[in-house]
């Protein structure tokens, strides 16, 4: 069971932030099995990178000019012919534009209409029809673990530490921050690990 100073050490965030999620991930981690130090150090590791050390809840689609919009959106704004400068500063056209609404949301990151179903069967709660409840400190929490142990089904390389499949199977196959990842994987284990 995590506890509010674990749950810091773990994924460095605040103790507010730490105060506001550690029941419910304790409920999740528990719910869907991840219980040992390899599982809890690697959804943690996760965990930390995707929500920002438990700061954000809700990816970030705020930008500030074509340029960036054509370099982290190629297949909208240079191959698909949409028009880059009508998305700047335009973050719920740009969710709308890429994701049909469903973007990240969560302490990790759900991501499309098909997750934010399955998610929603999983933990009887509407997130197709309010997706404002993965902001809730409960659902973000919950989803994650949900997220990580059954959609993504990352316990057996968990088990294995194998940091570079779960970063595959969380993030897709660019593995963004994967040393990031790593090194925040490593932390928590050394902690759990006490």
Not at 19 to 28: F, N
Not at 65 to 78: H, M, N, Q
Not at 106 to 127: C, F, K, P, S, V
Request: positive net charge; aromatic residues 10%; proline residues 3%.
């Amino acid at each position: 069971m995590i506890d509010t100073q674990t749950l810091i050490d773990c994924t460095g965030a605040t103790r507010a932030n730490a105060e506001r999620y550690v029941v419910h991930l304790a409920d999740g981690m528990n719910r869907f099995r991840i219980h040992s130090e390899n599982a809890m150090a690697c959804f943690l590791g996760q965990l930390s990178i995707e929500s920002e050390n438990l700061s954000k809840v809700e990816e970030d689609l705020y930008y500030t000019t074509p340029a960036r919009l054509r370099e982290i959106f190629p297949s909208l704004f240079v191959q698909g012919g949409y028009r880059a400068e009508d998305y700047v500063r335009n973050s719920r056209a740009l969710s709308m534009l890429r994701y049909k609404g469903f973007h990240g949301r969560g302490l990790i990151q759900l991501t499309w209409e098909d997750a934010y179903i399955a998610a929603g069967r999983a933990l009887g709660a509407d997130y197709r029809g309010n997706p404002g409840l993965l902001l809730q400190p409960e659902h973000a929490a919950l989803s994650a673990c949900w997220f990580f142990a059954v959609f993504k089904d990352c316990l057996p390389a968990a088990e294995r530490g194998d940091v570079y499949d779960i970063t595959g199977r969380v993030n897709g196959p660019k593995r963004l921050k994967l040393a990031e990842r790593k090194a925040a994987t490593a932390r928590a284990y050394k902690v759990l690990s006490k």
